[in-house]
């Protein structure tokens, strides 16, 4: 999954980018308001960290442009604005989510999964398709209720696919949740995480869809024949 964050207060970003990306996110930091709006206007995101109080361009300007363009990427908004009136304004403008700082980094990543989880129409914390279940919350996988060990890259691509499944994601689309602006992509590194995965769930599970990209088909609906 790949994330926006939005903070410019150096010490609090090189804290939420370490602890996002310690939980295998793959994020994007900007510290104004300007480089916000063109990020998140130009770039594909899973979820977005707003901070209000920012240089160039407010926060809750930002977010109102994303929505004025139907943009519907979920918005936690992380500020110090600790007003009700500020909330409400928060959350009436598009966002998803208001917390308060200073916070809790587990607070903060619980938020992050319920908001994701939301986002794919899920109500419950744990993926399961067949015989594979993944927790994202300790990051455990299973096949047969027995622990499978992943990298956290393959985790990330697994988790990608597993979310929506029968939806179908190009390489591109893979490549744009594992990595941020700032990291190295070799141009088979998608194919060789399928390969790794394949052998560990099944050479089925994952279906290449030629010229199209991969899938994880959904599961047949109970009585279906």
Same mark, same amino acid.
């Given at each position: 999954m790949?994330?926006?964050?939005?903070?410019d207060? @150096?010490?609090? +970003?090189?804290?939420v980018?370490?602890a996002?990306?310690a939980e295998? %996110?793959?994020?994007?930091? $900007?510290?104004? +308001?300007?480089?916000a709006?063109t990020a998140?206007s130009?770039?594909?995101y899973?979820?977005v960290?707003l901070?209000l109080g920012l240089? *160039?361009?407010?926060?809750l300007?930002?977010?109102?442009?994303?929505?004025a363009?139907?943009d519907?990427t979920p918005v936690?908004i992380?500020?110090?604005?600790?007003? @009700?009136s500020?909330?409400?304004a928060?959350?009436d403008? +598009?966002?998803d989510? %208001?917390l308060?700082?200073? =916070?809790d980094?587990?607070e903060?990543?619980?938020r992050v *999964?319920?908001?994701?989880?939301?986002?794919a129409?899920?109500?419950?914390?744990l993926?399961?398709?067949?015989? $594979?279940t993944?927790?994202? $919350?300790?990051?455990?996988?299973?096949?047969?209720?027995?622990? $499978?060990?992943l990298?956290?890259?393959?985790?990330? @691509?697994l988790e990608?696919?597993?979310?929506?499944p029968?939806?179908?994601?190009?390489?591109?689309q893979?490549?744009e949740?594992l %990595?941020g602006?700032?990291?190295?992509v070799?141009?088979?590194?998608?194919?060789? %995480?399928?390969?790794?995965? *394949?052998?560990?769930f099944g050479?089925? =599970?994952?279906?290449?869809?030629?010229?199209m +990209?991969y899938?994880i088909r *959904?599961?047949p609906?109970?009585g279906?024949?």
């Amino acid at each position: 999954m790949r994330l926006l964050l939005v903070e410019d207060d @150096v010490m609090i +970003g090189e804290s939420v980018l370490d602890a996002l990306r310690a939980e295998g %996110y793959a994020v994007d930091w $900007v510290r104004d +308001g300007g480089l916000a709006d063109t990020a998140w206007s130009t770039e594909s995101y899973d979820l977005v960290v707003l901070d209000l109080g920012l240089p *160039r361009q407010d926060g809750l300007q930002v977010l109102k442009r994303a929505r004025a363009r139907r943009d519907r990427t979920p918005v936690l908004i992380a500020t110090a604005r600790d007003a @009700v009136s500020d909330r409400v304004a928060g959350l009436d403008a +598009g966002a998803d989510d %208001y917390l308060l700082k200073p =916070f809790d980094l587990d607070e903060l990543h619980a938020r992050v *999964r319920a908001l994701l989880r939301r986002s794919a129409g899920r109500a419950e914390p744990l993926f399961i398709h067949g015989r $594979v279940t993944l927790n994202p $919350v300790t990051h455990e996988a299973t096949l047969d209720n027995q622990p $499978v060990s992943l990298s956290q890259r393959e985790w990330a @691509v697994l988790e990608a696919l597993i979310a929506r499944p029968g939806t179908i994601l190009s390489r591109v689309q893979l490549e744009e949740k594992l %990595y941020g602006w700032k990291d190295e992509v070799s141009s088979n590194t998608i194919e060789v %995480y399928i390969h790794s995965l *394949r052998k560990k769930f099944g050479a089925g =599970f994952i279906q290449n869809i030629r010229g199209m +990209g991969y899938v994880i088909r *959904r599961e047949p609906e109970a009585g279906a024949s």
